[in-house]
């Protein structure tokens, strides 16, 4: 579908059409609305709830939340920085109300088709490697079945 060989991402418009930050428009978008509100909100954290497990020493160590950002940008070691506009959309989750300065970066396509957490992160540098390897070779990785037996009632 995209990320085809060929195709080159140099330019942050087109980062953007892969990779959104963003809490969807519940109205527009209910099904991915539903999705980024069940597995895609990091936190709460910080000020909402300094008890959470991703805390240490007063300060997210996932760096969450985020910046609001207008546009897509890259830093000064090229790591890109998405846009997180302040649209007005919001999440109510345990009693936080969650915009998106806590959206884990996704992409839309993917989310729909498996409904599964999925972080995306461009990968534009040759080190990404070491960080790409890094995941592949976790430990604690989590699988989740469940069986079932069907029992016919007829």
């Not at 991703?54 to 969450?64: A, P, R, V």
Request: glycine share 4%; with cysteine.
């Amino acid at each position: 579908m995209f990320l085809q060989p060929w195709y080159k991402y140099h330019h942050p418009t087109h980062i953007g059409k892969i990779i959104f930050d963003e809490i969807p428009n519940q109205n527009m978008d209910i099904e991915l609305y539903k999705i980024i509100a069940s597995i895609m909100i990091h936190g709460p954290c910080g000020a909402q709830n300094r008890r959470s497990p991703c805390m240490k020493n007063g300060k997210c160590t996932w760096y969450f939340p985020r910046k609001i950002v207008e546009n897509i940008t890259f830093d000064a070691d090229r790591y890109s920085l998405h846009r997180r506009r302040d649209t007005g959309q919001i999440i109510k989750k345990e009693d936080c109300v969650i915009n998106n300065k806590y959206v884990i970066p996704y992409n839309r396509y993917l989310l729909l088709k498996y409904n599964v957490h999925i972080n995306l992160k461009l990968c534009n540098q040759s080190r990404s490697i070491k960080y790409l390897f890094k995941y592949m070779n976790k430990e604690n990785v989590q699988i989740v079945a469940t069986f079932y037996e069907s029992v016919d009632t007829q």
